[in-house]
Each structure stands twice: as C-alpha cells, then as structure tokens.
C-alpha cells in the first residue's frame, strides 16, 4: 500500500473513531469530570504501553521546558474535554461538535492578540462567513436556554483547544505521542478534586464505555492521527478532519434520533468551508507535511487533535 494510500486511510479510521466519541461519552452515564478523569487514567495505560513498546521513552527529548509546555497544554487540553461533554448534555452531540469545530478562528484571533498576527482580509472575510454559519447553526430561540448554554460551553472548549494548541506548536523534538501522555497524566491531579468515585463505583456496564474512551479514544485514536500525520499533505489533513463531524452528526441521528433543522443544517458548510480556507491559507505555499523519518519528531500538526 502507498504511503499516502495508508496514510489517507489511517486518518479516515481515526476520525470515524473520534465521531463515535459522544456515544461512548452519553453511554457511560458517567458525570463529564468522571467521564474525563477515567478517560485520561485509561488512555495514560495505553499511551504508556505503545510508547514503551516502540522504544519512545528512549532519547526522548523532553527538557524540563518542554515538559512544562506540555503540561500547560494538558490544563488546556483537560478542560476542553470537559466543557465538550457538558455541551453534549446540554444541547446534542451534533449540535456541540459542529460548534466546536469553530476552533481554527479562535487560533487566528488568539495569533493575532498574542503574537500580532496580521489578520488579511481574506481572513477576516471568512471569519465573518464562519460567524454566520455560528448564528444559523446556533438556531436560538428566545427562552431556549438549553441550546444557550451548549453554545457557550462548546465554544469554549474550543477556545481551550486553540490554546493547547498554541503551547502545543512551541514544543519541538518530542514524539507527540509523549506529548499526549504528559498531557493525560497531567489530568489525573488535576481532576482528582472534582472526581465523584462514588458514583463512579455504581457505574456497572459504564465502565466498558469509560475503558473504550481511553484505549480506543485516546490510545488507538492518537496512533493512527499521529502515524497518517507523517504520510499526509496539510490540504488533505485539513479535509480528512471533518470525517470527525459528520460521522458524529450520522451517528446522533442514528442512535439517539437528535439532528438539527434546516435552517441550522445551511450553516453547517458555512462553518467547514471557512474552517478548511483558514487553515490552509498559510500552508498554500508550503511543502506537504513534514515526514518523520530521519529526523527529530515534532509536535502534532495543529490540524490534528481537532479530534475530541
């Protein structure tokens, strides 16, 4: 099989896995802070286990500088997760992930605001269409507080996925599977206080839910992104992602009935059309995406944990 063949296919799984997340999220029954806390503890054992058994811990290349960006991010990172599945209690899981993918203008404005990108015009026109698929998909009614509060909550787990990545890009020469195992381990502390182990012990079949949200969402997951990563264009990267939301939005539908209207549906390639123009505007010019092989790994491509 062609490298990009495989690479195209890895990614492919990887996000038809990443929009079966909200099922696995829902199924558990489990609280958001429990649902996080469990799926960082588990996914720490599988990240762990795949980075031992391919040798990464060994010249791995984290300075106490690295490490500590890569536990900001996990901070970031950790949060994001739990906003996403309050938004999905809150609203739906179709409803949360198209708002969540609002998450490459948050990182325009953020590179604007910190380190004073020049925004262009045409990143600024697409901005304003993006920000009007938000107000068609929002669909908010006066009164519907419910759809209210899943917007904030799925907007800003998106504002804490920009940020993660932003101290993400800073860190170089770390493989980011190790990147991603700091960042999971990070959560179990950081978590600690807010996780209901009582509740978590009345769980019964949940926990086969929780345990796929680790192994299969944050360890399998991980792996095949990071390995596509190597082999793929950013142009593709950049499509391949939004199998992530539309595999979601079928599978909400097909499961639990939810879907959105009209109405709302007219913003939905609003908001992928601007998504997929902001972020390969700056790569036009560059050369496909970096391979792995014969030099020092680097840190995921912004593209890629797009993936809850």
Not at 84 to 108: D, N, R
Not at 146 to 175: C, E, H, N, P, W
Request: with cysteine; glycine share 12%.
């Amino acid at each position: 099989m062609r490298n990009e063949t495989r690479g195209t296919a890895e990614l492919t799984l990887a996000m038809v896995l990443s929009g079966t997340l909200g099922i696995f999220v829902v199924e558990s029954g489990a609280s958001p802070f429990n649902v996080v806390f469990f799926r960082c503890l588990f996914g720490a054992v599988a990240l762990g286990a795949y980075s031992l058994v391919r040798g990464y811990f060994t010249g791995h290349g984290l300075t106490p500088r690295k490490f500590g960006l890569a536990a900001l991010g996990g901070v970031f990172i950790v949060f994001n997760w739990v906003l996403l599945f309050e938004a999905y209690e809150a609203t739906s899981i179709s409803f949360a992930t198209v708002v969540y993918h609002t998450q490459p203008f948050f990182l325009v404005v953020f590179g604007a605001v910190l380190f004073r990108e020049r925004i262009t015009a045409a990143k600024f026109g697409w901005l304003a269409v993006a920000f009007a698929g938000l107000v068609l998909v929002s669909g908010i009614r006066p009164g519907d507080t419910a759809s209210l509060k899943g917007l904030g909550l799925a907007l800003g787990a998106a504002v804490l996925y920009a940020l993660s990545t932003i101290v993400t890009k800073r860190i170089t020469g770390v493989r980011p599977h190790l990147i991603a195992l700091v960042q999971v381990l990070v959560g179990l502390p950081l978590l600690l206080p807010f996780a209901d182990f009582g509740a978590a012990s009345e769980l019964g079949a949940g926990w086969g839910w929780l345990v796929g949200l680790g192994v299969i969402h944050t360890g399998l997951m991980y792996v095949l992104m990071y390995a596509a990563y190597a082999k793929l264009p950013t142009a593709k990267i950049a499509v391949l992602a939004f199998t992530y939301p539309a595999v979601a939005m079928g599978v909400d539908w097909a499961v639990y009935g939810h879907h959105i209207g009209l109405v709302q549906a007219l913003g939905v390639p609003l908001i992928v059309l601007a998504s997929l123009k902001v972020t390969l505007a700056p790569a036009r010019a560059a050369a496909p995406a970096p391979r792995t092989a014969g030099r020092a790994p680097e840190a995921a491509s912004p593209v890629a944990t797009r993936a809850g």
